[in-house]
């Protein structure tokens, strides 16, 4: 190894200087709810938005637009925190029983566990006693949250919580529902579709955005995709509103 590529023989304080990147243990669990957060947003605007051109295709008047704006507000609010929180209860119990197994193998088979677990560090680029000194002191600290972070991925004092989801999916939801529903509602007669639809449109280009820097993804491959999807629906469910509208009328 050439004197340029040698590694550090200690960390450089000085390089650490302006690394934000953030390491604390409720990070997963901070994405698990705005996860869910964004995805209801972007549900309650897209759904919302098709049911309420769907119904302004088919009817002038205000009333219906608001009854079936509301309903569907109240309805995918609650579809939403009881599909996160049934969800994300599911994941939860499966980390728990994880856990538990690896709480048993530790205590009935701590010699293979720490081999499993050395074995896991030498097939990340340790040496073989590098890897062993590693699991050893890791496992001496904290054995259980060692074994269950570097063989299941989990962090036992961080689970995922179903109920943040549940709160976050209903509330961004509603908020987003809400878009749509004013903007339909507010202008005259001829303006209240193409007014919705820019709006809409809009407000799908931020959670694209959103759900892409979270994701870490291209942001606008994220924003094309969701707004495309959005004007699909809101075609769709006006071209039904308008046949609908007029074989009944």
Same mark, same amino acid.
């Given at each position: 190894?050439?004197?340029? #590529?040698?590694?550090?023989?200690?960390?450089?304080?000085?390089?650490?200087?302006? #690394?934000?990147?953030?390491?604390?243990?409720?990070?997963?669990?901070?994405?698990?709810?705005?996860?869910?957060?964004?995805?209801?947003?972007?549900?309650?605007?897209?759904?919302?938005?098709?049911?309420?051109?769907?119904?302004?295709?088919?009817?002038?008047?205000?009333?219906?637009?608001?009854?079936?704006?509301?309903?569907?507000?109240?309805?995918?609010?609650?579809?939403?925190?009881?599909?996160?929180?049934?969800?994300?209860?599911?994941?939860?119990?499966?980390?728990?029983?994880?856990?538990?197994?690896?709480?048993?193998?530790?205590?009935?088979?701590?010699?293979?566990?720490?081999?499993?677990?050395?074995?896991?560090?030498?097939?990340?680029?340790?040496?073989?006693?590098?890897?062993?000194?590693?699991?050893?002191?890791?496992?001496? #600290?904290?054995?259980?949250?060692?074994?269950?972070?570097?063989?299941?991925?989990?962090?036992?004092?961080?689970?995922?919580?179903?109920?943040?989801?549940?709160?976050?999916?209903?509330?961004?939801?509603?908020?987003?529902?809400?878009?749509?529903?004013?903007?339909?509602?507010?202008?005259?007669?001829?303006?209240?579709?193409?007014?919705?639809?820019?709006?809409?449109?809009?407000?799908?280009?931020?959670?694209?955005?959103?759900?892409?820097?979270?994701?870490?993804?291209?942001?606008?491959?994220?924003?094309?995709?969701?707004?495309?999807?959005?004007?699909?629906?809101?075609?769709?469910?006006?071209?039904?509103?308008?046949?609908?509208?007029?074989?009944?009328?």
């Amino acid at each position: 190894m050439t004197p340029d #590529h040698q590694a550090p023989d200690r960390v450089d304080a000085a390089a650490l200087e302006g #690394h934000d990147e953030a390491h604390d243990r409720s990070f997963s669990s901070r994405l698990n709810w705005l996860r869910a957060g964004v995805l209801g947003a972007n549900d309650g605007i897209v759904s919302t938005a098709g049911l309420v051109i769907g119904v302004a295709a088919a009817t002038a008047e205000r009333g219906p637009v608001l009854t079936a704006g509301l309903a569907g507000l109240a309805a995918g609010a609650m579809s939403m925190a009881v599909g996160e929180y049934v969800s994300v209860s599911t994941q939860r119990d499966s980390e728990k029983a994880l856990i538990a197994k690896e709480i048993r193998e530790l205590r009935e088979e701590p010699e293979a566990e720490l081999a499993e677990l050395a074995a896991i560090y030498e097939g990340k680029g340790l040496s073989p006693a590098l890897a062993e000194q590693v699991a050893v002191e890791l496992t001496a #600290h904290d054995a259980l949250g060692a074994h269950a972070e570097a063989e299941l991925g989990i962090d036992p004092e961080d689970l995922t919580n179903p109920w943040h989801a549940a709160w976050a999916s209903m509330i961004a939801f509603t908020v987003g529902a809400l878009l749509p529903l004013v903007a339909i509602l507010l202008p005259p007669t001829e303006w209240r579709v193409p007014v919705t639809v820019l709006a809409v449109v809009l407000a799908l280009a931020g959670t694209g955005l959103v759900s892409a820097r979270l994701g870490d993804a291209d942001a606008q491959r994220a924003t094309v995709r969701v707004v495309v999807g959005g004007l699909l629906a809101m075609a769709l469910t006006y071209a039904i509103g308008s046949l609908v509208g007029t074989q009944v009328g």
